[in-house]
């Protein structure tokens, strides 16, 4: 199985790409890279990244509080783009205020900014895990690992243009995650198993031969539970109806 395989294919690679342009975003974030000025990589950048991440918790509050909601709105094929448009205007608002040390544009992009992050967040995290560990732990390592590549250019380029290049990742993720398949950026629900199914086909199994099998639903539930399915006692608990 060749690695395209094991990620999933073209959708899968879409996914690892477009999700490191997220945690590159983060990267910059943290290096102060969207401020250009010396006197603002101090106190202003530390006020900016805790801006995203305090202004990021009333969406992800809402997440919780209406989860059917934002399932809806992660599945809409311009949510992200939408996100993603805020995302970019939060990081020119930031080099903006870094340029300018004006604090009005500091507020702004945190709230446009933090706006972007819960939205990727909550995103990308679906697209991790809609096959559970076995789609997630092949997404984390090369989102992680392909967010390093995209974080060197950054290393060489002059402040002014490693600020505007990373204003535009959250553009290039955003893209990429409206590519994905909407019920593989949104959260499904499992349906619940057909109820006592399984076990019904163990206690009339037990049942005599030549008999007409029945059990009730009253009498599976009265029976003890071993390994997530409940077994009886003694034979006696079958009920047989010979006729």
């Known amino acids: 199985m060749n690695l395209l395989e094991k990620t999933r294919g073209a959708t899968g690679a879409r996914i ?25 990589e101090g106190l202003m950048a530390e006020l900016a990244a805790t801006s995203v991440f305090g202004l990021s918790l009333p969406w992800l509050a809402l997440a919780l509080a209406q989860p059917a909601a934002c399932n809806a709105l ?7 783009l939408a996100f993603a448009a805020l995302g970019t205007a939060g990081s020119l608002l930031f080099a903006l205020a870094g340029a300018s040390l004006n604090a009005a544009a500091l507020a702004a992009g945190g709230l446009c900014a933090g706006a972007y992050m819960a939205a990727s967040q909550l995103g990308w995290g679906a697209t991790y895990c809609q096959d559970g560990e076995r789609s997630a732990t092949p997404f984390v390592a090369g989102g992680f690992a392909c967010a390093i590549l ?16 990373a204003s535009l990742l959250p553009l290039a993720s955003g893209a990429l995650l409206a590519t994905v398949p909407s019920e593989q950026r949104s959260y499904r ?3 619940p ?18 008999a007409s099998r029945h059990v009730d639903d009253a009498s599976v539930r009265r029976l003890p539970r071993h ?11 079958v009920l047989a109806d010979r006729g």
């Open 16 to 40: 690892i790409v477009g999700s490191a342009f997220f945690w590159a975003w983060l990267d910059a974030l943290f290096m102060s890279l969207l401020f250009v000025r010396p006197e603002a």
């Open 227 to 237: 390994d997530g399915v409940r077994l009886p006692a003694a034979p006696r608990v």
């Open 74 to 80: 992660l599945a809409r094929k311009r949510a992200p």
């Open 150 to 165: 995209v974080d060197a250019p950054l290393l060489f380029m002059v402040p002014e243009a490693a600020a505007v290049f």
């Open 193 to 210: 198993p057909p109820p006592n199914r399984d076990r019904v086909a163990v206690l009339t199994s037990l049942a005599p031969e030549g």
């Open 189 to 191: 629900r499992t349906p």
